[in-house]
């Protein structure tokens, strides 16, 4: 086994496709090193084999032999010697997995320095220098690699300043470094018991140590598990010479991108520190310099520098981020890697390497350049800066920044929005009566409920930021108390980050979504690479939200929820007639009442997306979204201030009131309960599409019945449609054809899709309910199990965020398969909030599924989602062309 490889090692591949076993840096190191030429310091990286070995079963056998014969090389090829009192060797040790992660070792510069080498150090450079380096190299090793607290050091270091009447660190005279060099061995022998290791062997064994051990700091590993990047892959370590950006003014360090990563403007970019080492240009201590003003300083440097930024471009063929070094003059290259890039940046770079004549990458690349999160960063405003005080972290339940007054209450919501206020909308839990406070509030935050909540969904298909589920937060009627005590009365500013889950006091500035040309650009190339593979269509439930999910991108309404019509204020108390009725004439009438409005709603909806599938699905409430609290009304009953009316609606409330109404009376059964209500909405529906058709339109639609279980029930919906469809047509004598088809949400239908797919003109996997059903989570109160679940690592992701491949993938797998057994090319489609997510998308893909459905906002992500997994699965071959 070879644990270590220096950088200049041929390997068989190319090095920059070897980050498992070498790490970015390594890999990045070598492939500069070995194939590029150019000048990197030179160095060698222990594996990432060699950390998992060593957290197996300590450090392997052979790796000091390797080590040690690596050394010596490097010392041959600098002509100098670790640990030498004559021009000694000096390297640094720096950490590197293949996922760049915090919580890694900060990396140890200047090692190889002891009394000696530092004598030899001094005698080749000039004694302040050596004395400077040495005790950088000694605060540095002992607080990284022997865990000696950093603040005793930079004490020490303040009173040489101050004792010797000086500001900065740079003008501390060299016998003060002398004796802080006395004090700082002194500091590490107390805390550790040991004198500081003299021997650089001994330090550089220590140092390795330590990066392999910082694979396993709590910091990493809670970012491993956020990112759902595996625990057992290890680090890589890697060894380098030491160059000096720090040793004169002939000297300096920076960090160059070869395009602008904010905005994406082509042309190198960055910032340089003259006099300067490591970590000097991103701590701003000192105002760094634009790197154009190099052409000024070191004019032949600065045109090598932009020679090697276009060379490194052209050959990843991205934009990169990189580390450079001066030394006397002399251009040393210290790190590159495809840079971190903002969503604007990322849109107008991948398309602009389409067209660069020396990179030309395909329109397929382009498209897979482009994440879910660069889209999100240009369609929704973001948080500016974020060093106020954190409240709390919630659910990301829906992208974007929001910045306002919190309000507790969505009538007072509406009352200072209606003053000109910016609001956020605070609640424990949200429900239908208070959309009207969300409708005018720049976000949702909430306590309770998870990323399906009512708030989550309705958030999401307004498009508006929510966190929902900050559990922390003691959410009360007029104010909230956050863990740490901080009380946030109503009025006060709050700003939360949707996409984040974070929640800040105080008015944060916000940046807007700036959408540029090139998003337009690159999803017409993800169409393209999708199309006749995978569909998107939208969640969309009123004419706006349908003409905006067309404007963005839908092809149809994968699912137009009925009752949402009727979450409108206005409408609430007809739904609640309807269903509270304990006559049928009373039954009737508010049905009645329901006609008009629904049918008007589905014109509007009909006239958005004409021409387009829209999927109706027959009202599925549960009830508990419809019905006045029960709380509530016995409260005002104590009072003595409920109306009379309100006593028949106490008592009806409590008729119906159930202990789970998630799997009460919803669905199909409530359409069976009340048998007119689904002839109602069929009648509301086609007398839409007829009054469509008088005036041009071209209505497409589909009918789906929500919830069911079986062929029987089916059966029997799917008649009751029929007859009210071929009534309502021949009443106009119209013509329309539409098609029915079954919502699969439960795992019964599910495993039963075989019986189903007799009466299914299509499926439609709810993918909610089904997640729900099959694990037994209720979907509002999980919240806080889930948080415990996915910190424990007991759950990989939240089931409902992204779809649970292996329970109710096997679900959706199974109705997949069993269904197209009765009915070869049986149509099927996702309707579930997992439509929206880019992980899901690719599952679904893979299952065979004809097209996803999300909400309006989410399109965009969707298309892209949809031609990464076209892409994923082998399908970029034709879109290259
Ligand atoms: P990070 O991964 O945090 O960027 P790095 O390993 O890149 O850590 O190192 C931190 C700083 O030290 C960087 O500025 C880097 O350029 C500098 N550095 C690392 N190795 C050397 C070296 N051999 N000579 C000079 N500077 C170095
Ligand atoms: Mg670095
Ligand atoms: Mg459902």
Known sequence: MTWVYGFAHRHSRAPRDLKALLGGKGANLAEMTSVLALPVPPGFTITTEACRAYMLGGWPGDLTAEIDGHVRSLERFMGRRLGATEDPLLVSVRSGAAFSMPGMMDTVLDLGLNDDSVMGLAAGTDERFALDSYRRFLAMYGRIVLDVPGEPFDDLLEQARIDEGVRTDA??????????????????????????????????????????????????????????????????????????????????????????????????????????????????????????????????????????????????????????????????????????????????????????????????????????????????????????????????????????????????????????????????????????????????????????????????????????????????????????????????????????????????????????????????????????????????????????????????????????????????????????????????????????????????VLEAMDGLPVTVRLLDPPLHEFLPSVEELIVLDARGELPPEGQAMLTAARHWQEQNPMLGLRGVRLGIAKAGLYRMQVRALVEAALRRQAVGGRPVIEIMIPLVINLPELDLTRRWVEEEVATVLAEHDGRLDVIIGSMIETPRAAIRADDIAQAADFFSFGTNDLTQMTLGFSRDDVAPILESYLEQGLLGVDPFKSVDQRGVGELVATAVERGRTTKPGLKMGVCGEHGGDPESIAFFFGLGLDYVSCSPFRVPVARLAAAHAVLGAGGGVAADA
């Open 171 to 604: 003008e501390v005279p060299a016998e003060r470094l002398d004796e802080l060099v006395g004090r700082y061995k002194e500091l590490i022998e107390a805390h550790t018991g040991s004198p500081f290791p003299q021997d650089p062997h001994v330090q550089l064994r220590g140092a390795i140590e330590a990066v392999f051990r910082s694979w396993d700091s709590p910091r990493a590993r809670a970012y491993r598990r956020r990112e759902g990047i595996a625990d057992d892959l290890g680090t890589a370590v890697n060894v380098q010479s030491m160059v000096f950006g720090n040793r004169d003014d002939q000297s300096g360090t920076g960090v160059a991108f070869t395009r602008d990563p904010s905005t994406g403007a082509s042309g190198a970019y960055g910032d340089f520190l003259v006099n300067a080492q490591g970590e000097d240009v991103v701590a701003g201590i000192r105002t760094t310099l634009p790197l154009d003003s190099m052409a000024d300083l070191f004019p032949a440097v600065h045109t090598e520098l932009t020679f090697i930024l276009e060379r490194l471009e052209r050959h990843y063929r991205d934009m990169l981020d990189c580390e450079f070094t001066i030394e006397h003059g002399r251009l040393w290259m210290l790190q590159t890697r495809v840079g971190k890039r903002t969503g604007a940046a990322a849109l107008r770079i991948a398309v602009a390497l389409t067209e660069d004549p020396t990179i030309r990458i395909s329109r397929a690349e382009a498209v897979q350049r482009v994440r879910p999160e660069h889209l999100d960063q240009v369609l929704h405003p973001q948080l500016g800066d974020v060093k106020a005080p954190l409240l709390a972290t919630g659910l990301p339940a829906s992208p974007g920044a929001a910045v306002g007054h919190a309000y507790f209450d969505a009538d007072r919501a509406v009352e200072a929005a209606e003053r000109g206020e910016r609001v956020v909308l605070v609640r424990q839990e949200t429900s239908p009566e208070d959309v009207h406070g969300m409708a005018v509030a720049q976000g949702v935050l909430t306590s309770r409920g998870g990323l399906v909540s009512h708030a989550a969904v309705v958030a999401r298909g307004w498009g508006k930021p929510a966190v929902c589920g900050a559990e922390s937060l003691n959410i009360g009627p007029t104010s909230m108390t956050a863990a740490d005590g901080t009380v946030v009365a109503e009025g006060d500013w709050i700003s939360l980050d949707g996409a984040r889950g974070t929640v800040f006091l105080g008015e944060l500035s916000l940046k807007e979504g700036n959408v540029p040309g090139e998003f337009g650009i690159v999803l017409g190339w993800a169409d393209e690479i999708r199309a006749g593979r995978l569909g998107v269509r939208a969640n969309a439930d009123t004419g706006p939200d349908a003409a905006r999910a067309r404007e963005l991108g839908a092809e149809g309404i994968g699912l137009c929820r009925t009752e949402h019509m009727f979450l409108q204020e206005d409408r609430l108390p007809v739904v609640r007639r309807m269903i509270l009725a304990d006559d049928p004439d009373e039954e009737l009438a508010a049905l009645a009442e329901l006609l008009d409005v629904q049918r008007a709603d589905f014109e509007e």
